[in-house]
């Protein structure tokens, strides 16, 4: 439990400053704390390791933290899946996309639970906090973009792949309700 609050405090304070980008501004803490719930809910049997990972899922790509201060901090195996489920920010937002579509078949058992987890939430933001500014056709994409990522992780854990399912089925029912309320 010690090092799972201690991960908390880490990425709080790194993500101190940031929101999300839906209009309730939620603090963006709130989003790798639910990552790290739903691999609890969904498998509950999952390691102090991929929770904390799930919690530090953001911090390298969005927070400038580096894999090897997460090694110091935290160990090697959570610095890893930290690691593998960053996105180089470096590289052309529609590059990073088609990376993790690319990388997700390679991902360790850990990093494919919380990158899972990522899309749960991510997918059911559609719903609940869609970021300004997106319209239908993105937020479609979005999920279809989402179920790439995810489908060669579906295999560590079928809680996870059933809340990726009932989600994305959810968003797509509502748009497809508000397209044909609009004609």
């Known amino acids: 439990m010690q090092l799972l609050l ?7 304070r790194a ?4 929101r999300r980008k839906g209009p ?3 603090p963006y803490i709130n989003h790798p704390i639910e990552v790290s719930r739903l691999i609890v809910e969904c498998e509950p049997h999952a390691g102090e390791d991929i929770l904390c990972a799930a919690v530090l899922h953001d911090v390298i790509e969005d927070c400038g933290a580096t894999r090897d201060e997460i090694a110091a901090c935290f160990n090697e195996v959570i610095a890893d ?3 593998e489920v960053s996105d180089d920010k470096g590289l052309p937002r529609d590059e990073r996309k088609a990376k993790q579509v690319e990388n997700a078949p390679n991902l360790t058992p850990g990093a ?3 990158r899972l987890a990522d899309k749960v939430a ?4 559609m719903l609940t906090d869609t970021p300004i500014g997106w319209d239908e056709k993105q ?3 979005y999920v279809d973009w989402a179920e790439a990522v995810v489908a060669p992780c579906r295999e560590v854990s079928n809680g996870l792949s059933d809340r990726f399912d009932a989600i994305a089925r959810d968003v797509r029912a509502f748009h497809d309700e508000k397209a ?4």
Request: charged share 25%.
């Open 6 to 12: 201690k991960s908390v405090d880490f990425a709080a």
């Open 15 to 18: 993500h101190r400053d940031q």
């Open 24 to 26: 309730a501004e939620e």
């Open 81 to 83: 899946i930290v690691l």
């Open 112 to 114: 494919k639970l919380v």
């Open 122 to 125: 991510n997918v059911g933001a």
């Open 139 to 141: 937020i479609l994409a």
């Open 180 to 183: 044909v309320a609009g004609k």
